[in-house]
């Protein structure tokens, strides 16, 4: 009972300090420049739509899926075409992005160039050739009809996927009125407060956690810097489970990882954030202790079922990858900061997700997002394989620690 005591103590303090910490000021960052070049963007694409698969790739590649869900209502519009949506959704590196970057940097690196490389390769090639884009719209036809009218995009650029009207009462990029309670809804501003300070101080031990060599840390609570450690990052984990499910209602921020980013000012900006951190606290967390539970039960080795299943690794990321939101891919991608899985399933992975930019194409055209979805999964399979066949299955490739 100790050992189980210790264990779930230790994920949650190390999912905050080690993880969340860095995701908040990655967060913070990425937010601002998506706000500040939105404009400017949308407006050169309309000019220039050939760089739109390009384009669409840089935003797909910014941590997070605010990138992404900017360029849905873009094709929705006909401003882009279905060629700019697959590049994006195939570099999507959605908010397990944050996992890797904080964990494995290195190979964040790697993962996320060869997404890129792909996307813009295979978005280009939908556009131009159409990699027969008409034969699957017709088989997906088959299996059920579109909730819209079925009309093309005007003027059709390659592909040949067909331009809706926007879904009149669809509400996915707005975030849910804040609700009212005289005690939860100023209680949920101060537990913001609380996790921006928990927050700033698991930051500062997290950066010394790393420049010490990232050693055993004890659970203590007493002044010093294990204290600190442990007191901030058990605080900083709770403060993220209530105001992920209950908070966001409070503070205005009900979708989080769907809705649409706004940052009218800067309150608004750092509570935007503290929900992306704490929605991905919650699954970071909860991948820790499935994987850490899962040894103690089982006493199963992920890793070495992982070697054992060779090519079906990268093949089981990629398909992985085919669900919609972030929760399975920060799953994915914290078992693979735990030397569970191989390089190349992270990668295989890393391309096929669509993160949370699938669901506002899906509730405006289910058919495209059906169609996209198969579409960034064959690269991913075929990249996924070829990296495994080349360089073997890289267990621990770029982790820190």
């Known amino acids: 009972m100790s050992e189980l005591v210790d264990i779930f103590v230790a994920s ?3 999912g905050f300090v080690q993880v969340s910490a860095f995701v908040a000021v990655t967060v913070l960052v990425f937010s601002y420049v998506q706000y500040k070049t939105d404009g400017r963007l949308v407006r050169r694409l309309e000019q220039n739509r050939k760089a739109g698969p390009l384009v669409g790739a840089l935003m797909g590649l910014t941590p997070g899926c605010g990138g992404a869900i900017v360029m849905m209502p873009l094709y929705v519009r006909g401003s882009v075409s279905f060629g700019t949506v697959v590049a994006t959704l195939i570099a999507t590196a959605g908010d397990s992005a944050f996992v890797i970057l904080a964990l494995a940097p290195e ?5 996320y160039s060869i997404a890129f490389v792909s996307a813009v390769v295979f978005g280009y090639a939908v556009d131009t050739v159409g990699l027969g884009v008409g034969r699957i719209d017709r088989a997906v036809s088959r299996i059920g009809r579109t909730v819209t009218d079925g009309g093309y995009v005007s003027p059709p650029i390659g592909s040949q996927i067909h331009h809706y009207e926007e879904a009149q009462g669809c509400e996915v990029y707005d975030d849910d009125l804040a609700r009212h309670s005289s005690l939860l809804t100023p209680l949920s ?11 700033t101080v698991a930051l500062v031990a997290g950066v010394l956690y790393l420049l010490r060599g990232a050693p055993e840390v004890p659970i203590v609570a007493e002044p010093t810097f294990a204290g600190a450690f442990t007191v901030f990052g058990i605080t900083g984990a709770a403060l993220s489970f209530y105001l992920y499910f209950v908070g966001r209602h409070y503070v205005g921020h009900g979708h989080v990882g769907r809705a649409k980013d706004t940052f009218a000012n800067v309150q608004e900006t750092l509570t935007h954030a503290a929900m992306e951190t704490s929605f991905v606290t919650v699954w970071v967390i909860g991948a820790y202790l499935v994987y850490e539970y899962g040894i103690v039960f089982t006493g199963i080795e992920i890793q070495a079922v992982a070697a054992a299943a060779g090519l079906l690794a990268p093949i089981a990321g990629a398909l992985v990858g085919l669900i919609p939101g972030c929760g399975p891919q920060i799953v994915l991608a914290t078992a693979y900061s735990q030397g569970a899985l191989p390089f190349s399933a992270l990668t295989a992975n890393a391309i096929s997700q669509d993160g949370d930019a699938l669901f506002p194409l899906i509730a405006i055209d289910k058919k495209a997002a059906v169609i996209a979805s198969i579409y960034t999964t064959i ?3 075929v990249v996924g394989v070829a990296l495994h066949l080349a360089f073997g299955p890289l267990f621990g490739f770029g982790v820190l620690g």
């Open 189 to 199: 501003h101060v537990a913001l407060g609380a996790w921006w300070i928990a927050a």
């Open 12 to 14: 949650v303090r190390d």
């Open 379 to 381: 690269p991913a399979l």
């Open 107 to 111: 190979a964040a690196l790697y993962a």
